[in-house]
């Protein structure tokens, strides 16, 4: 597929918006992506199949450019094109707005905002310093020079604001204040939102007259690695006296049903979350399990209204808050993630069903 091709698909599915369309056009993917990307395990070097590079660079896959040495995790990558033209749309930007976008990767969003709005108006500040130094050299090698900080992004850039809309590409669990008080009131922040139990969703806030709070509903459903100081850390826990007994739900109805997954995980912020494949299982089954770094809970795929189907060790039975919390979600229509929402203030984050006057109970 050509990006020609690439920007049609994404113009007829509706993710690209029409007075975003030129510019995507006139700024192709390939001028921001490495030479080297990570797909399916396997490290693409351009100059040796280059054919290959291209296909990936203009297909609408997200794709890693960078992991973590020891963990081989991803650890930067350059985002799916239908979730950056989603991203833009929701942003909303208009000549003479100032826009701070908060991780630069590899420079593509940066420069698909500076051509929109103009190179001056955007600030991108980056906690990784060689991903920012390689970022500015290619805007700067297509000719566009917007801001660009080496830092820690979710302190924000005090000097530049306030900003019309600030732009997260790398999810949280929690809105840093300093955000909201460098955004202009009425002005629009948009960041990937998740929990350790299901990350998440794209969450559309609008800052108050006042200045000190912002809400807003979640608006698409997309999962983005964590801004770097909000990673989860799952601790460690010992699972001894087991309690057994049978489940309430199948798990599947959790762990292959993302709205049911990003419902639980509202309600239980501090609930970690796998599937796993227990060969040492007299059952041979896959399970979930969940943990809050001392309880620890599993339910079997197969069987799962077994009588040991659940095991639960801790001062928790995580599973069975897990179980209240999915009926809870079934008791109010199984809503998708659209219909919930987070006000941010003084008081703290608050997460809410259909309007703020509705908050979603904490859990199980």
Same mark, same amino acid.
């Given at each position: ?86 991203? %833009?749309?929701? +942003?909303? $930007? &208009? /000549?003479?707005? @100032? ?7 590899? *420079? ?93 969703? %794209?969450?559309? +806030?609008? $800052? &108050? /007259?006042?200045? @000190? ?7 698409? *459903? ?100 897990? /179980? ?41």
């Amino acid at each position: 597929m050509t990006w020609d091709k690439l920007t049609d698909a994404l113009r007829a599915s509706g993710a690209l918006s029409a007075d975003w369309e030129k510019t995507f056009r006139t700024t192709p993917r390939d001028l921001f992506t490495p030479d080297r990307i990570l797909s399916e395990d396997e490290w693409i070097d351009r100059a040796e199949r280059a054919d290959h590079w291209a296909e990936l660079v203009t297909s609408d896959l997200a794709l890693v450019t960078q992991v973590y040495d020891r963990t081989e995790t991803p650890s930067s990558s350059s985002s799916m094109p239908t979730v950056v033209a989603q991203m %833009l749309r929701h +942003l909303d $930007v &208009a /000549e003479g707005m @100032r826009v701070l976008e908060v991780g630069i990767g590899t *420079g593509w969003t940066a420069g698909l905002l500076s051509r929109q709005i103009g190179a001056g108006n955007v600030t991108s500040i980056e906690v990784d310093p060689d991903l920012a130094d390689r970022a500015r050299c290619r805007l700067h090698a297509v000719g566009l020079r917007p801001t660009v900080i080496a830092g820690d992004g979710t302190l924000g850039h005090p000097e530049g604001a306030p900003f019309d809309r600030v732009h997260f590409t790398a999810a949280v669990q929690r809105l840093p204040a300093a955000i909201i008080a460098q955004t202009a009131p009425g002005g629009i922040i948009l960041v990937p939102y998740g929990t350790p139990f299901c990350n998440g969703a %794209l969450l559309r +806030l609008t $800052v &108050a /007259e006042d200045g @000190r709070s912002a809400s807003g509903p979640f608006v698409e *459903g997309v999962s983005f690695m964590w801004v770097r100081d909000q990673h989860p850390d799952s601790g460690e826990f010992d699972i001894e006296d087991v309690r057994h007994s049978a489940s309430g739900i199948d798990p599947a109805d959790v762990a292959e049903q993302t709205h049911a997954a990003f419902a639980v995980g509202l309600r239980l912020p501090d609930l970690y979350r796998q599937n796993v494949w227990a060969g040492y299982d007299r059952f041979g089954t896959g399970r979930v399990e969940v943990w809050d770094g001392v309880s620890y809970a599993h339910c079997r795929f197969a069987d799962w209204d077994g009588r040991h189907a659940v095991s639960q060790s801790g001062p928790r039975n995580l599973w069975d808050e897990v /179980e209240a919390a999915w009926h809870w979600w079934a008791d109010q229509g199984r809503p998708g993630f659209d219909r919930f929402g987070l006000t941010v203030g003084p008081e703290g984050h608050a997460l809410w069903l259909d309007e703020p006057e509705n908050p979603v109970p904490s859990r199980g």
